[in-house]
């Protein structure tokens, strides 16, 4: 990310299997943020050592004693190497990731919409005539539809059959206005048949009805 001049876009695919998996052992946002990753260590060194901790609450970047502390988790040979990853990324602080569900709407538009900022089509001269690149940055970050991580995470993970069950709902009600407005369109076209007096199936006149002949020269 530091030696290639491109923009970067970390992206959590799949959040809506997540579910299916046992519970987190941080809040969704403590992993799409990256920070504080020294809490997150002994629940590593545990995974990787065949044991397991109780996931921990969302308090995890508040200021505790160390007795309020999880339980060191025994070492093992990448113990090491992971505190060295934590420091190099805290260092930098360049990591972050949004997330993604493919067949959602709203979370592909608002990937999107974090892709085109990235990328800096929505600081176009079109899109932000005679507006500063913050104030564009500013109404792009807050357009409608936008979704915090503690959206995704009741939408994917606390209340998914629920939404589930609104979504489909929604589903029918958009599949009953499209079906209706088919219906009215079909109506109104046979309606304006019957008017100029058009068979089904028959093909409409081409031109005026006068046919010119040219003659060749005599």
Same mark, same amino acid.
């Given at each position: 990310m530091l030696q290639l001049d491109l923009p970067h876009l970390n992206v959590l695919t799949k959040i809506d299997n997540l579910i299916s998996y046992p519970p987190l052992s941080m809040p969704l946002s403590y992993f799409?943020?990256?920070? =504080?990753?020294?809490?997150? &260590?002994?629940?590593? *060194?545990?995974?990787?050592?065949?044991?397991?901790? +109780?996931?921990? %609450?969302?308090?995890?970047?508040?200021?505790?004693?160390?007795?309020?502390?999880?339980p060191e988790a025994p070492t093992n040979k990448f113990s090491a190497l992971n505190r060295a990853i934590v420091e190099l990324v805290e260092d930098f602080g360049l990591v972050g990731f949004e997330t993604l569900a493919v067949?959602?709407?709203? =979370?592909?538009?608002?990937? &999107?919409?974090?892709? *085109?900022r990235a990328g800096g089509y929505?600081?176009? +001269?079109d899109? %932000?005539?005679?507006?500063?690149?913050?104030?564009?940055?500013?109404?792009?970050?807050?357009?409608?539809?936008?979704?915090?991580?503690?959206?995704?995470?009741?939408?994917?993970?606390?209340?998914?059959?629920?939404?589930?069950?609104?979504?489909r709902k929604a589903w029918e009600e958009e599949g009953k206005v499209v079906a209706q407005k088919r219906d009215t369109d079909a109506?109104?076209?046979?309606?304006?048949?019957?008017?100029?007096?058009?068979?089904?199936?028959s093909k409409p006149p081409q031109g005026d009805g006068i046919k010119v002949v040219r003659k060749g020269p005599s």
């Open positions: 799409t943020e990256a920070r =504080s990753l020294e809490y997150f &260590l002994p629940y590593l *060194d545990a995974e990787q050592s065949g044991k397991t901790l +109780a996931p921990k %609450g969302s308090d995890y970047g508040s200021d505790q004693e160390d007795e309020d502390m999880e067949e959602d709407r709203q =979370s592909m538009m608002q990937l &999107l919409r974090t892709i *085109d929505a600081f176009g +001269a899109e %932000g005539a005679n507006e500063s690149i913050w104030q564009v940055a500013v109404r792009e970050g807050g357009s409608a539809g936008h979704m915090e991580v503690r959206d995704v995470e009741e939408r994917w993970i606390d209340r998914r059959e629920e939404f589930d069950e609104l979504e109506a109104m076209e046979k309606a304006f048949k019957d008017a100029n007096g058009i068979v089904e199936g």
